[in-house]
């Protein structure tokens, strides 16, 4: 399991500073990408990041709710096809 951060996400970074493999990235550019990633193949799942995000924007990528399931799959995109780590 991974965790997915959704449309909810202010881009404050809190998350990124707590997260021991460092697997959080923010989107660039923020027009295509607009929230912070969690790379799903970095994740060790230790949910570090959930209780510091101040939107609770962040979910396990199996409870991400309906209205932001997109979430999931930009996410994934995002390292699969768009600029993975070297957008940071």
Request: proline content about 11%; glycine content about 6%.
């Amino acid at each position: 399991m991974t965790y997915v951060i959704t449309s909810l996400c202010e881009r404050d970074g809190l998350c990124v500073e707590v997260c021991p493999v460092e697997c959080i990235v923010p989107g660039e550019p923020e027009d295509e990408w607009p929230t912070y990633m969690i790379d799903p193949d970095t994740c060790i799942d230790c949910g570090a990041c959930v209780p510091e995000c101040p939107t609770d924007a962040i979910f396990p990528d199996d409870e991400v709710p309906e209205e932001y399931a997109d979430a999931t799959e930009l996410n994934a995109r995002f390292f699969s096809e768009g600029p993975g780590y070297d957008a940071a």
